[in-house]
């Protein structure tokens, strides 16, 4: 019933961008999650890596609702203390120089792109200002990220598209070789490709990457939108490469729940956004802030560690399911390959049966909560097995 009025509802005022599932979620608590009916669902989807401890986390919970009672805005004209305090915990962390808040992961990777040309502009002049990034890869909505983004199917509609920028085959040294020029000022990538249907890229490409770039004074742009903040295991995920970017975007699982973005800078360019550069009104708000430091400051070694504990329970119970073909990913971003099953279907018999799971291409993708009790990721599990294996 109650389902049935928020769908009318939804559908004659909401703009059609969304396939939603039939299922209105009202509440949640950790990694269980509720509808209008009062069915109760095993949450493996954290909104999309969004909810790093769960729906209404009790410590992330108290902190907003603190700031929320000290300050919930004020512009970027006055010093604050959430962000400033997130700033330096962010940078000591993964030693770096600077941070630009933002709200959400395009306006992150807008604001690396701009730095980068920008870096390139002030040293080199105005005609170094290519970004290559690879095919397949996933960067955003707006024009320019739609534009970086290395898939087909998005760069259509809303042409003209940006100019200046190149796609390199992932895992492929000679074909970026190719791509690379004179114009070259920086190149983007994801480490674990996420929209494009989890695929971790080699460390090898990585390293040689790395070290393309390291020569020709080009920047090393790693988008961890998604694979940031403790979801694959590490605190983002360039850590298991063994490299050092010079510019790391991050959003989706920053602020817990709230809508936030960072661009962390590093030696090179963290001068390069100087006065009136870039700007955001939103940008770093804090409660938004607040939240983020309630998720950052407890993502220490023993946390990561039992992330990549349930890494091992998820490869080890899904590892023996006739119909899997393939699992890819890391920590808590998990990419399922099926034999015969379509992913889609899976998705829906896994809500008959409460438990709520994401696709990525022809793949199932699991984000549950990075902070799911193990004996809740078995139940999930265990559900999973017996759609998938049906
Ligand atoms: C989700 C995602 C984005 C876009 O983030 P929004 O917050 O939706 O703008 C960019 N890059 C990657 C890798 C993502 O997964």
New binding site residues.
């Given amino acids: 019933m109650k389902f049935e009025f928020v769908k009318k509802l939804d559908n004659s005022n909401i703009a059609n961008t969304y396939a939603r599932f039939d299922v209105a979620i009202e509440k949640g608590n950790g990694s269980l999650l509720y509808d209008t009916d009062g069915n109760e669902y095993i949450d493996f989807t954290s909104g ?1 890596g969004v909810n790093s401890f769960g729906a209404c986390d009790k410590k992330w919970q108290s902190a907003v609702i603190r700031q929320v009672k000290t300050l919930s805005h004020i512009s970027n004209l006055y010093y604050t203390l959430p962000q400033t305090k997130l700033a330096k915990m962010i940078c000591e962390k993964v030693e770096m120089d600077k941070v630009f808040f933002a709200n ?4 992150a ?1 807008e604001g690396a792109i701009k730095c980068a040309r920008k870096y390139s502009f002030d040293k080199y002049g105005d005609k170094r200002f290519e970004i290559i990034t690879l095919v397949n890869s ?4 707006t024009i320019a ?1 739609l534009t970086a983004t290395g898939q087909d199917s998005f760069h259509k509609y809303f042409g003209p598209f940006l100019d200046g920028f190149k796609y390199a085959k992932p895992n492929d040294t000679e074909d970026l070789k190719k791509q690379l020029s004179k114009k070259t000022c920086a190149i983007m990538i ?1 480490l674990v490709q ?2 494009g249907g989890v695929v971790p890229l080699d460390t090898k490409y990585i390293k040689e990457i790395a070290e393309i770039c390291e020569k020709n004074d080009i920047l090393l742009i790693v ?1 961890e ?3 940031g903040n403790g979801r694959t295991g590490y605190l983002y995920s360039y850590m298991a490469y063994g490299i050092k970017p010079d510019i790391v975007t991050t ?2 699982g920053l602020a817990g729940g709230l809508p936030f ?1 960072a661009v962390i800078i590093g030696e090179k360019c963290k001068n390069t956004f100087d006065y009136g550069a870039h700007g955001s009104t939103f940008g770093g708000n804090p409660i938004a802030a607040a939240g983020a430091l309630s998720i950052f400051s407890r993502l220490d070694e023993n946390f990561l560690k039992e992330v990549k504990e349930k890494e091992k329970i998820i490869y080890s119970v899904l590892g023996d399911c006739k119909n899997v073909k393939d699992i890819t990913g890391m920590g808590l971003m998990i990419g399922i390959e099926l034999k015969k099953k379509d992913a889609k279907e899976v998705l829906k018999e896994c809500i008959n049966k409460r438990l709520l799971v994401l696709t990525a291409k022809e793949k199932i993708r699991l984000l549950p909560p990075l902070n799911i009790d193990r004996k809740t990721l078995e139940i999930g599990l265990n559900i999973l097995k017996e759609v998938i294996d049906k």
Avoid: L, P
């Fill in positions: 999309i959400s992961g395009a306006e990777n996933f960067h955003g909505r990220t994801e996420g929209e988008d939108v998604q694979t959003a989706k973005g």
